[in-house]
């Protein structure tokens, strides 16, 4: 409320110091006007803060036309009333008369005048006649003419105002194709930024790829030659296996070697599965032999070991051993392919990092709980 009322004082205060200076200096204003300025500037202000938040180009753009049109529109109602206040004194003042009678004196003027004064008087009524039509004559000339200059004064106006508009568009129309052009080339640089990462990425995609199957392939390679190594070791153990001829000499010379050698402890492990499969020491001694393979990292030899033995009477017989080898049997598979996954699949099962463990047990878990 103080802000209306102080806003409302400094107005009141501009509109008539600004009509004492217009009157001080000759120049026509009316108050009604001066009134419809200050009632603009609060409209153009309401609209300039209405219309947008941003002072850019096109904020300034349009409130310089609200300006204009305000100031148009003041300077034809102040135009449209000093016209109307002229008709008015032209409708209220007399066309004056001129009479011989008003310039005489008091005393001559009471005065008959002589018979032969008459007929000059008469001659010059006519005179006088004429010249009050010239006078009304020569004063609508003045005033067609000052009209015509006013006409030709707001047809200038209007000429000018309309030019200001078509210049205003076109700057307008300028302005948004040009911020098309900038937001379309900005789209396509976008675009085109888009599509080299996507190809980059993908670049990287591949080889990352290649590189994996390359590892995969080293890897594999490496477990046939492991492999290779291994079968070579253990048939070179197996002439002094066969030697053993019972199952307790075969399971000490398997406990002697299979710290330092435990290519020889595999052999005897095999030998005594295959001369003794009903033996009720047989599925320890599978379980012996998975872990040692485990400790090789010959994971898919233990699994290979495990499938053998479920075909065996004595595990096919017992549902609790042959539940645990399947078990077994799974937790391999899941323990070889997440090694394979981090290309470590050559880490002896002691070895295995703890993150990879940990990863290991989950997935063995999770795989338990949807089996059920």
């Known amino acids: ?10 107005m009141a205060i501009s509109i008539f110091l600004i009509y004492r200076l217009c009157r001080l200096a000759g120049i026509e204003m009316k108050w009604i006007s001066l009134v419809l300025c200050a009632v603009l500037a609060f409209i153009v202000n309401a609209l300039a803060i209405s219309m947008s938040a941003f002072l850019d180009r096109t904020h300034y753009f349009r409130l310089g036309v609200l300006v204009v049109l305000a100031a148009a529109l003041v300077t034809l109602v102040n135009e449209h009333l000093l016209r109307r206040e002229e008709r008015k004194k032209e409708q209220e003042s007399p066309i004056p008369a001129e009479t011989d009678a008003a310039a005489l004196p008091p005393d001559q003027a009471a005065q008959p005048e002589p018979a032969a004064a008459l007929p000059a008087a008469e001659k010059a009524m006519p005179d006088r006649a004429e010249a009050g039509a010239a006078v009304r004559e020569q004063k609508p000339s003045a005033e067609e003419e000052r009209r015509a200059e006013e006409a030709a004064r707001a047809k200038a106006d209007a000429v000018h105002r309309a030019k200001a508009l078509r210049d205003a568009r076109e700057k307008a129309r300028q302005q948004a194709a040009e911020t098309l052009q900038r937001r ?11 599509a080299k990462q996507r190809r980059e990425a993908e670049q990287r995609q591949r080889e990352a790829e290649a590189q994996r199957q390359r590892k995969k392939q080293q890897e594999a390679e490496a477990q046939r030659q492991r492999k290779k190594q291994q079968e070579a070791a253990v048939a ?48 320890f001694l599978i379980i012996e032999l998975g872990n040692i393979y485990k400790e090789q990292a010959a994971y898919q030899d233990a699994i290979d070991a495990y499938q053998h033995a479920l075909s065996l009477p004595i595990i096919a017989a017992n549902d609790a051993i042959r539940q645990e080898f399947a078990k077994n049997i799974r937790y391999l598979g899941i323990v070889q392919n997440i090694l394979s996954k981090h290309h470590a699949l050559q880490t002896p099962f002691r070895d295995i ?17 949807q089996s059920k």
């Open 236 to 283: 070179a153990f197996r002439p002094q296996v066969e030697s053993l001829d019972t199952l307790d000499a075969l399971l000490d010379f398997a406990y002697e070697q299979a710290a330092h050698e435990p290519a020889a402890a595999i052999c005897a492990y095999q030998q005594a599965i295959a001369r003794f499969p009903e033996d009720s020491y047989t599925p």
């Open 353 to 369: 990092p703890g993150a990879i463990m940990q990863e290991i047990e989950t997935e063995f878990l999770h795989s338990g709980s």
């Open 184 to 194: 379309q080339e900005e789209e396509a640089r976008q675009k085109a930024e888009a």
């Open 1 to 10: 409320m103080t802000f209306i009322l102080l806003t409302g004082s400094i």
